[in-house]
């Protein structure tokens, strides 16, 4: 079984609309969780971190449920500018991070 | 800042031939990552050092890969010899204790 687990998409939305997805992790014991946004044929970089009680950052809400073991991401009003892959990662020390296969969205005008 | 460099950003090799790809990682980062993105894998962690020292290779392959950082500033991935399966982006990254800050990777081919 993969550490985590996406659903890969892809999501089409029209602008405006929100967009929601989740990732699932196997191990319990896993201590820190994010959100990363790659775009097409550039780096990962980090969108945001996710708090057990969760957390917002403008249009873009994290949630955690560790009882189930899963990972949320939930994009307000989406933009043009929101499509891209997101890609869950999930860390169970100070430096490993393991990262899902990522969702894609497409945002359309 | 300029953030992590990498070089080439592209490199297109012949089965058998020797490839090394650099990193240089953005200053006073003590934290130093290689990984590797394919359509199949994702992104695996191939070897991570801290202060300069490889503490975790477990992620590297085979023993064609090496990697080496002779100091706070560089560090190199080899592939010798390279194969076709070896076909990926390498992404070089470092890290504060709370965000790790990649690089733009080199798409190595190898024909």
């Known amino acids: 079984r993969k550490e985590v687990e996406q659903d890969p998409g892809p999501f089409n939305v029209p602008e405006g609309a929100t967009v929601a997805f989740n990732c699932t992790y196997s191990?319990?014991?896993?201590?820190?969780f994010f959100w990363y946004r790659q775009d097409c044929r550039k780096e990962p970089k980090l969108l945001m971190s996710v708090y057990s009680s969760g957390n917002e950052d403008g249009r873009f809400t994290a949630q955690l449920n560790r009882a189930s073991q899963y990972i949320s991401l939930l994009i307000r009003d989406s933009k043009l500018s929101d499509s891209a892959t997101y890609l869950c990662?999930?860390?169970?020390?100070?430096?490993?991070?393991?990262f899902g296969a990522g969702t894609t969205v497409t945002v359309r005008a | 800042d300029a953030g992590v460099i990498q070089s080439p950003r592209h490199e297109v090799t012949e089965m058998g031939q020797e490839v090394t790809l650099r990193c240089k990682p953005i200053s006073g980062h003590n934290s130093l990552f290689w990984y590797r993105q394919t359509m199949m894998r994702g992104l695996e962690l191939l070897i991570y050092f801290n202060n300069n020292v490889p503490i975790d290779d477990s992620g590297m392959p085979e023993d064609r890969f090496s990697a080496k950082m002779p100091n706070a500033s560089f560090s190199t991935l080899k592939i010798q010899p390279s194969e076709p399966r070896d076909s990926a982006v390498y992404f070089c990254?470092?890290?504060?204790?709370?965000?790790?800050?990649f690089g733009p990777g080199t798409r190595l081919t190898v024909t």
């Open positions: 191990n319990s014991a896993s201590q820190s």
């Open positions: 990662v999930v860390t169970l020390n100070d430096y490993k991070l393991s």
């Open positions: 990254a470092s890290s504060t204790p709370y965000e790790q800050y």
